[in-house]
């Protein structure tokens, strides 16, 4: 079965914090993306990456980045936290037109 | 602008009801159409898709109606159970249009089953 793990649940930081958050896949999964959900906005993708290396942004890019060193691997980048980044942000892969495959999501507060 | 409308933002139903929440878009290339389940604390998971040469699908207890000429699919839940109780998100993508970064999520609906 895929697995999609987040490294943390929850996560507290200070506003101009630098964040990491670290999404890992075991299913040698082309396509990884971010999104984030807030209540009444759903899902929004943030960026999304087809192969190593590269990224492309999705709708909601301002203030993040990503990278993705490995296949399996894929980092979101707050590079300077804010407190309207405060959300739940989820990680998901696929493989060519395949459903998504989501993660439970960390869940970022910033203070 | 926003491609995939859901209605309604939130739902309470009394357990054996069936819930339905409606979905409608705009763009007349959307051609595959995956609805999620996400339980608290959880990602969302697919349930149940279609694709436009159908007019229903049904898995379970669940059954997407999708009308074609109206640009509108719904997802029905028969006899709900209160373990149903999530937030569903319809979707829509191109199969043309690249990847999943062309799927367009709606903004979800909170279901609530009563005992």
């Known amino acids: 079965d895929v697995k999609v793990t987040q490294s943390s649940r929850y996560l507290v930081k200070r506003t101009g914090e630098k964040v990491f958050l670290e999404c890992v896949q075991d299913m040698d999964h082309e396509n990884m993306f971010w999104y984030r959900q807030d209540p009444g906005l759903g899902l929004r993708l943030i960026y999304f990456s087809y192969d190593v290396k590269m990224k492309e942004k999705g709708d909601i890019p301002e203030g993040y980045s990503v990278s993705r060193e490995k296949k399996e691997r894929f980092s979101l980048i707050l590079e300077s936290a804010s407190t309207n980044q405060t959300s739940m942000y989820l990680c998901?892969?696929?493989?060519?037109?395949?459903?998504?495959?989501f993660g439970n999501g960390t869940r970022l507060t910033v203070t | 602008q926003q491609q995939v409308k859901q209605s309604p933002q939130s739902l309470i139903v009394q357990k054996g009801g069936i819930p339905i929440i409606n979905c409608a878009y705009e763009n007349t290339a959307f051609d595959y159409f995956p609805w999620y389940q996400q339980f608290p604390g959880k990602g969302p998971a697919l349930l149940i898709a279609?694709?436009?040469?159908?007019s229903e699908k049904k898995e379970g207890r669940f059954t997407i109606s999708f009308n074609k000429s109206a640009k509108q699919f719904s997802l029905h839940i028969m006899d709900s159970q209160p373990g149903d109780s999530a937030t569903y998100f319809c979707a829509a993508i191109p199969s043309s249009g690249g990847g999943a970064d062309g799927l367009t999520f709606g903004k979800g609906t909170h279901l609530i089953i009563q005992p």
């Open positions: 998901a892969s696929n493989r060519g037109y395949s459903p998504l495959h």
């Open positions: 279609i694709r436009p040469d159908v």
